[in-house]
T-cell receptor, first 111, second 112 residues
């Protein structure tokens, strides 16, 4: 079984809809991250959490919110999706050694 | 502007040829991570470098971090079609925060 899972894997939605992307991990890591990937821009950090009570904004948090429901679960929400949020979204986890383990990604399309 | 610059942005090589991908920063890198991504899929960790001058190898892939810790190179020897994908470097640029900044990626195609 995969250590970091993301659901859904693909999602098509309309402008203005609320969307939640979920991430679960079985690695026992405290640190979790949400990134988005756009062609030619690499990965950009949206939010990160170093433990259940610690949530921090990344470089592109506007339009997004997160919830850390448990050590193993970290959800990303788009309150009112817009077309420029169309991207590939990745969840990652790490321990203090910093190597990050990535989920398979969620491809989100906002029409 | 990109804090971490990768070059080239894309590369097409003939199978069997060697190639190098560079990752350059204007700041000191406290940790440098190389990942590989197949199109539309997750990232696979390749190597981590922390010390200036450090070099690591895995199969036919070698990565180095220069002495000043501001540039890393990834070298593939005798490339194979299985090496094709997107290579990304990620760096901790603030020291022990766990946050990584990523380069824009280098897309590698290997022609049989």
């Amino acid at each position: 079984d995969a250590d970091v899972t993301q659901t859904p894997r693909n999602r098509i939605t309309k402008t203005g809809k609320r969307i939640m992307l979920e991430c679960s991990q079985t690695k026992g890591h405290d640190r979790m991250y949400w990134y988005r990937q756009d062609p030619g821009l690499g990965l950009r950090l949206i939010y990160y959490s170093f433990d259940v009570k610690d949530i921090n904004k990344g470089e592109i948090s506007d339009g997004y919110s997160v919830s850390r429901q448990a050590q193993a679960k970290f959800s990303l929400s788009l309150e009112s999706a817009i077309p420029n949020q169309t991207a590939l979204y990745f969840c990652a986890t790490s321990d203090l050694a910093h190597e990050q383990f990535f989920g398979p990604g969620t491809r989100l399309t906002v029409l | 502007s990109q804090e971490l610059e990768q070059s080239p942005q894309s590369l097409i090589v003939q199978e069997g040829k060697n190639l190098t991908i560079n990752c350059t920063s204007s700041k000191t890198l406290y940790g440098l991570y190389w990942y590989k991504q197949k199109y539309g899929e997750g990232l696979i960790f390749l190597m981590m470098l922390q010390k200036g001058g450090e070099e690591k190898s895995h199969e036919k892939i070698t990565a180095k971090l220069d002495e000043k810790k501001q540039q890393s190179s990834l070298h593939i020897t005798a490339s194979q079609p299985s090496h094709a994908g997107i290579y990304l470097c990620g760096a901790d640029m603030t020291g022990n925060t766990g946050k990584l900044i990523f380069g824009q990626g280098t897309t590698l195609q290997v022609k049989p």
